[in-house]
């Protein structure tokens, strides 16, 4: 079975800093990976060169191949059609990753019309808005009237998160690629929403890119994991082998500050 | 009550007073102007009474010193500055805003030749700008103003929608649209213009105020419409000789111009704040 996302000596450099050195990994369908790494690390940087979303003034190098098609030095033509089909991207900030000016009802449509479109060539009124309503009871929103009928600052940012995933799940992307979709929010709204991630995606068969810098979160979600320091990939495995038994130190101390910060929670607990 | 509906009706609360004056200014002006299409008191172009007569019933407003209704001359003045606010502002909309949205997304060499050239078009003065084209072109029309006006507004609003264009564009939602695979003219249409438009529209507000006072002073220095178009400006030159006799001609054409300019203001800052859903919570 080919991968479907395979980057092969990826580099990327803001002029003459580099962000990411010679990165390999590759998803298969229905795959579930974690990417984890201090602020920095060029986590995001590759999630965003993924789709080939990268500013122009960022050089990448290397192979990135998204469901077959080469992403580096891609058309805007080529990558629209990918976009979204291939992969989708939920961000780490629920508030900004959604406009402002427009209901989330029509936010939601957008992208459904747009696949609607490409699928059978014509998309109804009828059809594009029993998806929203689909999407919105898969993501689990309350009370969906209204719900569509708001405005992104009307509805909490749990909500909005949620809101950000069903516009993901709305192009029925093969890999959904979570860029610290958790960090922006609090400890309980992050294990609801790390729960309908973890179900939606098992639920669709997607194959999933999670980014964080937290390591028990990424642990509940994903099976693989690849660790990030300053751009190169230190160390990769199954979750238990990576933070059972971590080779690198650099993992080490990730696994060790965890397990501390665990400690500390416990004791004052009891 | 749900927060929807709480957040809507606040709004409209709020703002109905500076909508609702807005609303009564710049309605009166339009309706006097499209009444002057079928109807006016008197012909404005003869003489229908002495000579500077004082304010009576057969004329509301007295007569200029060629004995014309001064009434009739401001109602027809009226439509000029009307006209002359909508074609300029829909003029310098047209280019600038897609001037704008060019130079935001163009590259830096081309972004940066843009910027430069709108500084320097800005740097001069509307009025001087518009002084240039009119003397410029064969013969002075209302035309030639609109247009002349038009390029002048243009070269502002350029330089605003290529600034609030690129800080949309650096924001998440963008991104987040692009990973879903919306093309560049979607991001525009769907993001871009409704996020810019409630300062935009304020602005094409404030640009319709200093169009319809900038006609006034061309008009007033002869450069603007040509009689038989009558003119708040040129009402305003006509009653200088006459200000300490018949103050009412200077007065009322000066009222005129400043009642529409400000109902025009109020009634854009009325219309932003109900186009903006985020505004009614913050104040």
Not at chain 1, 58 to 75: F, K
Not at chain 1, 145 to 160: A, F, K, T
Not at chain 1, 243 to 268: C, I, M, S, W
Not at chain 2, 115 to 139: E, G, K, Q, R
Request: charged share 20%; aromatic share 4%; proline share 5%.
């Amino acid at each position: 079975m080919t991968a479907l996302l395979n980057i092969q000596g990826l580099c990327i450099r803001a002029g003459d800093k580099p962000l990411v050195s010679d990165l390999s990994f590759s998803i298969r369908p229905g795959e579930r990976i974690g990417m984890i790494g201090e602020s920095g690390s060029g986590k995001s940087m590759t999630a965003m060169a993924a789709t080939g979303l990268l500013p122009v003034s960022i050089g990448v190098s290397g192979s990135i191949e998204l469901d077959s098609q080469q992403v580096v030095g891609a058309t805007d033509r080529v990558l629209n059609r990918l976009r979204g089909a291939a992969a989708a991207v939920v961000f780490q900030e629920p508030l900004t990753a959604l406009d402002p000016l427009m209901k989330i009802g029509r936010q939601i449509a957008e992208p459904v019309r747009r696949r609607l479109e490409l699928e059978s060539g014509k998309a109804s009124k009828d059809a594009i808005s029993r998806e929203v309503r689909d999407l919105i009871d898969k993501v689990a929103l309350p009370q969906p009237e209204r719900i569509i009928n708001s405005y992104p600052h009307e509805v909490s940012g749990g909500q909005r998160q949620r809101v950000a995933i069903a516009m993901a799940l709305a192009c029925r992307p093969k890999l959904l690629i979570a860029d610290e979709p958790t960090t922006a929010l609090d400890v309980t709204t992050q294990a609801e929403i790390l729960k309908l991630l973890d179900q939606l995606v098992r639920e669709t068969g997607m194959a999933l890119l999670f980014i964080s810098h937290d390591l028990p979160v990424v642990a509940q979600v994903v099976e693989r994991v690849i660790v990030l320091k300053n751009g190169v990939a230190v160390e990769e495995g199954p979750v238990k082998t990576v933070f059972g038994n971590p080779q690198h130190d650099y993992t080490k101390t990730l696994v060790e500050a965890a397990r501390l910060f665990d400690e500390a929670l416990g004791a004052t607990g009891s | 009550m749900s927060p929807v509906e709480t957040s809507v009706s606040r709004r409209e609360q709020r703002h109905s007073l500076a909508l609702t004056v807005g609303l009564a200014l710049v309605g009166v002006n339009l309706l006097v102007a499209l009444l002057t299409l079928f109807w006016t008191p008197y012909d404005p172009l003869n003489a229908s009474g002495g000579r500077l007569e004082a304010p009576s019933l057969l004329h509301w407003l007295g007569t200029d010193r060629l004995g014309r209704d001064l009434l009739t001359q401001l109602m027809i003045g009226a439509r000029t500055a009307l006209l002359v606010g909508t074609g300029a502002v829909a003029i310098g909309a047209t280019i600038g805003v897609s001037l704008g949205v060019l130079a935001a997304f163009a590259t830096r060499i081309a972004d940066d030749v843009m910027a430069a050239t709108l500084d320097i078009l800005i740097a001069f003065p509307t009025l001087l700008l518009a002084m240039l084209v009119v003397a410029a072109s064969d013969s002075a029309s209302l035309w030639t103003a609109i247009l002349a006006l038009g390029l002048a507004i243009s070269a502002i609003v350029a330089r605003l929608t290529r600034i609030l264009t690129k800080r949309v564009l650096r924001q998440d939602y963008i991104v987040a649209s692009r990973t879903s695979g919306t093309s560049w003219a979607g991001v525009v249409f769907r993001h871009v213009l409704p996020n810019i438009w409630p300062t935009l529209s304020v602005n094409f507000a404030l640009q319709f105020g200093l169009a319809v006072i900038a006609e006034a002073s061309l008009s007033y220095l002869g450069l603007g419409a040509p009689p038989p178009n009558a003119s708040w400006g040129r009402l305003l030159q006509e009653a200088q000789g006459t200000v300490y006799t018949a103050p009412i001609g200077a007065i009322a054409p000066g009222i005129a111009l400043v009642a529409l300019v400000i109902g025009m203001n109020l009634l854009a800052d009325g219309l932003r704040d109900i186009g903006d859903p985020t505004r009614g919570r913050s104040r």
